[in-house]
Structures are given as structure tokens and as C-alpha cells.
């Protein structure tokens, strides 16, 4: 079987090398706070592990809504108007495993030559590189530490219909 020659055009997820690096450190016996991957220090709040398991013991595991559960899309749209003063419909709300997955789709949707798709800096390596991929080019939008690694910018957006 012949892949496609863009296959070999992809960088890899450094995150994992960074990862078996900071546990190579901790084994030395430095003192280490790893956000490579994205996975916290510090364990599971009893009150998210007692929901867990009332959760599966209430039958609520399996396969659930593409887009998610309605009641977190409906959480999530309250977060939104309480924290930005926005109003976003529950519909128009996507539930992912993940930022990555969803960077993913939508530099597919979007990407393409002479289009410019824009990525959080810092963040992780495969989302510059996914937007490569596809095409475009991409342009990093610098996330600054006094900012809270927050999104402060009003980005405008050039439209030609």
C-alpha cells in the first residue's frame, strides 16, 4: 500500500520526548511541574471521582451525543455569557476530546493554499504543523504569560466573499 507523500510532510508530537525527558529529571530527583502533555500534577479532586462513579453506577456511560451531552453544552454556554458576556446557543457548542482533535478538523476545513490559519503560541508543535499539512500557512498568535496564557487580542478577520 502507497501512502500520500503529505503523510511524510507531518512533524512529530514532541510531547510525549518532552514527557519521558521530565520523568527522566524526576527520576534524578528534580523537582518538576511536566505540562507537556497537558496532564495536571496533581491527582483527581474527590468530588469529580465521587460524581465518576455515581455517574457509571447510574447507568450513564456508553456512547453519548456526537456533540456532546446537552447538559455540558448547556454548562459550557453559561460559562461563556458569565465569564465574556456572550451569548452562545448550546447548538452551536462542540464538545471534543481535547483542543487537539478539533485544531485538527478545522485546519482540514480551513486549510488550504494562500489561506492563513492562526495557532496559540506557545502550544503544541503538531498544530503549526497541521496547518502546514494542509496547505496553509500558519501564523502563531503569542500568548503571554501576564496575559494568564489567555487570548487578549481582538483578532480581525478579512472576508472576501
Do not use: C, W
Amino acid at each position: 500500500m502507497q501512502v500520500s507523500k503529505r503523510l511524510f510532510s507531518l512533524e512529530t508530537e514532541s510531547a510525549f520526548a518532552i514527557l519521558a525527558k521530565a520523568k527522566k529529571l524526576e527520576l534524578e530527583g528534580k523537582d518538576i511541574i511536566n505540562l507537556g502533555i497537558g496532564q495536571p500534577d496533581f491527582p483527581t479532586p474527590q468530588n469529580i471521582l465521587e460524581a465518576a462513579k455515581k455517574a457509571i453506577t447510574d447507568g450513564h456511560h456508553g456512547y453519548t451525543p456526537s456533540n456532546g451531552i446537552l447538559e455540558l453544552r448547556e454548562a459550557v454556554s453559561e460559562y461563556i455569557y458569565i465569564s465574556y458576556n456572550i451569548d452562545i446557543d448550546p447548538d452551536n457548542i462542540l464538545i471534543t476530546p481535547g483542543g487537539k482533535p478539533v485544531i485538527f478538523f478545522a485546519a482540514l476545513i480551513f486549510g488550504e493554499e494562500n489561506a492563513e490559519i492562526i495557532y496559540p503560541d506557545p502550544g503544541f508543535p503538531i498544530y503549526r504543523s497541521i496547518i502546514k499539512y494542509t496547505g496553509a500557512k500558519p501564523v502563531p498568535l503569542e500568548l503571554k504569560e501576564k496575559d494568564n496564557f489567555e487570548v487578549t487580542q481582538t483578532l480581525t478577520v478579512n472576508k472576501e466573499v
